[in-house]
């Protein structure tokens, strides 16, 4: 076995962590001070490894990776080969040319000014970067994801399947609570992850739910799995899948 060094990135947004997030086997005998501080863990990472080597993956707010980008600008230029987003992009124009900004992508909400520094450096600097989108990756039924997870006998994977539902339910109580982004309706929701279209919503009377409700009884739909895919568009075994001559340069 190899020890993996595990760092405690920047607080970023405030957030109160659900109990479920950390329902896993021995996390609670984890040694809290051999965890090392994160924006240093990332800025060391660069530091001791050949150039164009480093891949950065992004599944959450861009906040470190942007700290480590606006310090040590030309470090990330030398070592990174990539910076695989799990976010988004929308474009614009800048004159006569398009350009490019973050979109309304959650993980990109979470810290826009950190985000919109991603972007433009990357651009600007010349990274290499995937972006992707949840509007990219292809939808799978819950039910699936959730019966291989069961029948792997892999802890982890029972474990995210678990987060995932769990989350899901989290994800309701934030939409009653008005800390999503517009486009995240009840309605939405509903035909999202619980199969439910806009004729038996309107029918099954379904706005009126809210918070207090068991919304774990109407769960039965799809989830797009893009963390995953991110993570596919820089692992070795499967980046050549996402063909090279579908890349594209932007302006910042």
């Not at 949840?134 to 799978?140: D, F, Q, W, Y």
């Not at 509903?190 to 379904?206: L, N, Q, S, W, Y």
Request: hydrophobic share 40%; glycine share 6%; proline share 5%.
């Amino acid at each position: 076995a190899v020890d993996v060094p595990v760092g405690i990135g920047s607080q970023g947004k405030p957030y109160e962590a659900r109990p479920h997030e950390y329902k896993l086997e021995d996390y609670e005998d984890v040694e809290h001070s051999r965890l090392e501080n994160g924006p240093q863990l990332l800025c060391n990472c660069a530091e001791n490894v050949l150039p164009k080597s480093l891949i950065v993956l992004c599944i959450s707010g861009l906040r470190d990776f942007a700290d480590l980008a606006r310090e040590s600008p030309k470090l990330v230029v030398e070592k990174v080969q990539t910076v695989a987003i799990m976010g988004g992009l929308e474009q614009y124009l800048l004159g006569e040319e398009a350009a490019c900004k973050p979109d309304a992508t959650v993980n990109n909400l979470f810290d826009l000014e950190a985000a919109e520094f991603v972007y433009r450096f990357c651009f600007a600097s010349g990274v290499r970067m995937t972006v992707t989108n949840r509007k990219a990756v292809p939808e799978i039924p819950l039910n699936l994801a959730a019966s291989v997870a069961e029948g792997s006998h892999c802890a982890l994977m029972q474990y995210l399947s678990r987060a995932q539902f769990f989350g899901l339910v989290g994800l309701w109580h934030r939409l009653c609570e008005n800390d999503l982004p517009a486009r995240c309706t009840k309605q939405w929701f509903f035909e999202t992850f619980c199969g439910v279209d806009a004729d038996r919503f309107i029918a099954g009377k379904f706005d009126r739910l809210d918070r207090s409700d068991d919304i774990q009884a109407h769960l039965n739909g799809t989830v797009r799995p893009y963390d995953v895919i991110a993570c596919m568009t820089v692992l070795p075994q499967t980046k050549n899948i996402f063909p090279a001559n579908h890349e594209a340069r932007a302006h910042h």
